[in-house]
């Protein structure tokens, strides 16, 4: 299952999209993201879940464990696919190191994002108080400032911090009182709307 699928997303988009994509348009990044993130995850949460169906001994819930297997799937290539091909380009590392105005930006960047992301992650320094959706005004700042490049990097790390507090027992969701299912479908949809909201704005105003 997760052979077809690796294989399957890469083949639909070059089949139906571009042989190189570089998520320059907003029609060419809603196909990438439809093929990729969407539709393949289908083979390998469907052979995946299947497989576990036919096992003996105890069942299992077939839909809701195929939706978790198809969402983790899914939000994996949607954080990580934009992020591979944003930033395999070409580069020569000594004029990366250099120091310029555009670096400290983007490391200050960095430090905010961060910085954010634990506070409102750490449900414990706002506790009642539901702030995860001011990551969104934030991030339109990130893609207007930074690109496409910048949002997809600061989607990566919101996504982590966002996990390890969740994984952890910190952030609102983990302390909803929802089962480690729902909890998990909760924080991968949260993420999912957040991270394509940044994208595609970065992507329109490019």
Same mark, same amino acid.
């Given at each position: &299952?997760?052979?077809?699928?690796?294989?399957?997303?890469?083949?639909?988009?070059?089949?139906?999209?571009?042989?190189?994509?570089?998520?320059?348009?907003?029609?060419?990044?809603?196909?990438?993201?439809?093929?990729?993130?969407?539709?393949?995850?289908?083979?390998?949460?469907?052979? &995946?879940?299947?497989?576990?169906?036919?096992?003996?001994?105890?069942?299992?819930?077939?839909?809701?464990?195929?939706?978790?297997?198809?969402? !983790?799937?899914?939000?994996?290539?949607?954080? *990580?696919?934009?992020?591979?091909?944003?930033?395999?380009?070409?580069?020569? *590392?000594?004029?990366?190191?250099?120091?310029?105005?555009?670096?400290?930006?983007?490391?200050?960047?960095?430090?905010?994002?961060?910085?954010?992301?634990?506070?409102?992650?750490?449900?414990?320094?706002?506790? !009642?108080?539901?702030?995860?959706?001011?990551?969104?005004?934030?991030?339109?700042?990130?893609?207007?400032?930074? &690109?496409?490049?910048?949002?997809?990097?600061?989607?990566?790390?919101?996504?982590?911090?966002?996990?390890?507090?969740?994984?952890?027992?910190?952030?609102?969701?983990?302390?909803? !009182?929802?089962?480690?299912?729902?909890?998990?479908?909760?924080?991968?949809?949260?993420?999912?709307?957040?991270?394509?909201?940044?994208?595609?704005?970065?992507?329109?105003?490019?």
């Amino acid at each position: &299952g997760n052979c077809l699928e690796a294989l399957a997303g890469p083949w639909l988009v070059q089949r139906f999209v571009a042989e190189r994509p570089r998520l320059s348009t907003l029609k060419e990044t809603g196909r990438v993201l439809t093929l990729a993130a969407l539709l393949s995850p289908v083979l390998s949460a469907t052979v &995946g879940t299947s497989a576990f169906a036919l096992l003996p001994g105890p069942g299992i819930d077939y839909w809701p464990t195929w939706l978790l297997w198809w969402s !983790g799937d899914a939000f994996g290539v949607l954080l *990580l696919l934009p992020f591979i091909l944003t930033w395999n380009r070409k580069f020569r *590392l000594s004029e990366r190191l250099r120091f310029s105005a555009e670096n400290l930006d983007a490391a200050l960047m960095t430090c905010v994002i961060l910085a954010m992301a634990v506070f409102i992650f750490w449900d414990e320094l706002h506790p !009642g108080l539901a702030v995860k959706y001011i990551l969104i005004p934030l991030l339109m700042w990130v893609a207007m400032r930074f &690109g496409v490049q910048g949002v997809v990097t600061a989607n990566l790390l919101v996504a982590m911090t966002a996990v390890w507090f969740t994984a952890n027992g910190h952030s609102d969701i983990s302390l909803s !009182g929802l089962s480690p299912y729902g909890q998990t479908i909760a924080l991968q949809f949260y993420l999912a709307v957040v991270s394509v909201t940044g994208l595609f704005l970065a992507i329109v105003l490019a």
